[in-house]
């Protein structure tokens, strides 16, 4: 099982995971295949209260987690090397939490590559992007009744995921990873006083600032060493 589809819900924001659940697929001449049979889907108690903010997004309530595993019993499915999420990188934390290695993972995130095909959208949650590629049907209305629950959102990141590998023609895994590499890479900065204004437009003096950042988003800096090297 060489690539997932994973999500994750968690008692409070950048929490633990009291809901993981993943989907094995494969992307093959530019199909991607997924068989609903396969997906995983656990509850697990994490010893914490449930924030009523994270309650109130997945509705996962105390008493559903009673006589559930322990969060730190998660494992990956063995040889798992890509792990596809919308926002993924909040959903490989919250699995290294549960002391997964995720050193040797490549994170594939559905969002940076949404914002990259559908750049002019409203909004690129996964709602939005489903009502966006749907033109707003009845089918979409009743495939979201579901949305902010782990096993759905994983359906429901897939249908984005068919539409993203069709507009930007990947034909593979790999090629759908680099492509998501490189739509992370920011091209203005989203933070500070120069807010808003592209990155080959910053200061030197600027730039030469947030490199020295320890804490600066990976991204963030390769956008940066590139408008150095230019």
Request: with cysteine; net charge negative; glycine share 4%.
């Amino acid at each position: 099982m060489q690539a997932i589809i994973l999500d994750t819900e968690t008692h409070t924001l950048n929490g633990l995971p009291i809901e993981i659940a993943y989907a094995p697929i494969e992307i093959d001449n530019g199909k991607l295949s997924l068989d609903k049979k396969q997906i995983f889907d656990q509850l697990y108690q994490v010893g914490q209260p449930i924030s009523y903010a994270a309650m109130a997004v997945h509705h996962i309530l105390e008493s559903d987690l009673i006589d559930q595993p322990f969060y730190n019993e998660f494992q990956l499915p063995a040889e798992t090397t890509y792990i596809i999420g919308h926002n993924v990188d909040y959903d490989v934390a919250a699995i290294a939490r549960c002391g997964v290695d995720i050193s040797k993972l490549k994170p594939i995130c559905t969002l940076a590559l949404a914002r990259h095909v559908w750049e002019d959208a409203e909004a690129h949650n996964i709602s939005a992007l489903i009502y966006l590629i749907s033109k707003g049907s009845d089918k979409a209305r009743e495939m979201l009744k579901g949305a902010h629950r782990a096993d759905a959102d994983i359906i429901l990141t897939a249908n984005i995921l068919m539409h993203i590998i069709h507009q930007l023609n990947i034909q593979n895994i790999e090629q759908l990873y680099l492509a998501s590499e490189e739509a992370r890479i920011p091209k203005s900065i989203t933070f500070g006083k120069h807010k808003g204004t592209a990155i080959q437009d910053l200061p030197a003096d600027y730039i030469q600032w947030l490199m020295r950042q320890e804490d600066l988003d990976p991204y963030l800096r390769k956008a940066l060493e590139a408008k150095l090297v230019k």
